[in-house]
């Protein structure tokens, strides 16, 4: 149906780089005790990955097995997934930071016949439920040395070479179970030609990134976005530093000064917000000049869309540069080129921010279920609003059916070689989410403009109604609350009621400072029960609210609790996505107290 760029296997792609590139570094991992990264060449990458898979070969790893995978980014998980690919056999990752409830869900229906463990640790949580698992003939553990050890197996693939296969387009690749917001997980059955399509789309957009590029890997391989970034940066014969934890990213940016990135809008806003809270408690001169900067970036670049310039402006914009900026931008690693960023929208304030101080931020698209990508700005078409035009070989139509028929926007539905074979094991919910001609119905909403650019507007599935009738689309309404930098986190809540009311975590690093500077308890529970501190933050929200949205599209009461939202109290999924019921059945009582009579 597609006529597919070559190559059109993962596997295929590693060896034709390694070939052409053996000396070049492909993996960084941080040594701590150094402070600096270690890096493994192509050619090394390329031998442990030909043991890994003869290894796995006389273990009896065929075409279609399983082969399932507990651990973090890392040079021996991605070792690990492409001997598997190697063997034309399904990869199935999972996170670290999981329920083991969720573990034993995923190999179960993935029929995992080998299952690498990080460490020892998790093995230990989840034993007793392998145990009873007839799929599973084997497992191995990946740190240390000794039988049933990921050394081990290389050093018995070494002495007994298997060659690889280059699997079928059509083959599975890799099975990535999405989040479950709603019910069990679903296994999104990905193709060797759905990965790859996807990864020669991207270096399409940017032309411009090569071998000699770097990247600081932020985002877990085991979400379809991290190993997109994977796979591009292999098909490059670029490098990739795998950031030590959330916490280091600063610490891990100055050491990799990586040219490119990945990202979710999350790090920026923190970055943005970070910025404008330093600014207002320093005062003075410094923050004189950041304005200056800000303002005048943003004077320069309306002059220069109306084919203006002016060299008071210019001048204002040069001298908080050399000030200002060029110290935010050394924070970042001093030579980013640009950063890709999805999995929510971008605000266009901050991304313009980021642009007009020389970080361009490109916002993209797409889901598990496209593998990732399906729309992408870039240095040669793009929209700071928008999500981009289509990527590659791909198609959007906007289904307005499903919204009225005076809509201007409609359901997004996708086509194109990135889309997914289905669900494993569920040909309901395959059927429910693909059209007949091959299409996939997100559940997201948007509108396309004249130039094929794509508009997020809203998620079909999150939207609700309320008494009035009036539709809200919460996930806006809270991307913008946590824009402030008072809020961590919140949810919207409001279905077939009067009003909508918010649930809100503080951030409780810059709540504490108001609480002292207010002769205010230092303990959080103490503190959220003061009317004085409830007042405060109403007013930050609502004033950050009230120039973008509807009265009845803003919440008229809250919630303040202390408890994060967490993947360790099952309220967020592994990509930060709330689980609303969870929520909502949580602090139920509370919130049926806000609309009490």
Known sequence: MYQLVKPDNIVEILEKTVAKFPERPFLGTKNKALKQYDWISYADFGKRVDHARSGLSQLGIQKDDAVGIICNNSTDWAVCFFAVSGLDARFVPMYEAELASVWKYIIQDANVKLLFISKKAIYEKIKDALAAMPSLQKIIIMEGEGPDTL??????????????????????????????????????????????????????????????????????????????????????????????????????????????????????????DGLWTKMNEEGGLAKTLFVMGVESGKKKRELAAQGKSSFMTNLKFKIADAVVFQKVREKLGGRLKGVMTGSAMMNPEISHFFWDMGVPLYDAYGLTETSPGATMNCPAKYKIGSVGPPMGLGKIVIDKSVVGPDATDGEIIIYGPNVMQGYHNKPEATKAVMTPDGGFRTGDRGRLDEEGFLFITGRLKEQFKLENGKYVFPAAIEEDMKLNHYIENAMIYGEGREFNIAIVIPDFAALDKWAAKNNLPKDHAELLKRDETKKFLESEILNALKSTYGSYEIPRKFVFIEEPFSLENGMLTQTMKLKRRVVFDKYKDQIEKLYAK
């Not at 399509?197 to 990134?209: G, K, L, R, W, Y």
């Open 151 to 272: 050394a081990e197996l290389e050093k018995k693939g070494a002495g007994l070479k298997v060659k690889s296969i280059y699997p079928a387009p059509s083959a599975i690749c890799i099975l990535i179970y999405t989040s479950g917001t709603t019910g069990d997980p679903k296994g999104v059955l990905l193709s060797q030609a759905n990965i790859t399509s996807n990864a020669h789309a991207v270096t399409v957009c940017f032309p411009d990134i090569n071998e000699n590029d770097n990247s600081l890997s932020i985002l877990p391989w085991a979400h379809v976005f991290g190993l997109g970034e994977l796979i591009v940066y292999c098909l490059l014969g670029a490098s990739m530093g795998l950031a030590e934890s959330a916490a280091t990213i600063p610490e891990d940016l100055a050491l990799v000064k990586p040219t490119f990135m990945t990202a979710v809008p999350r790090v920026f806003n923190k970055v943005y």
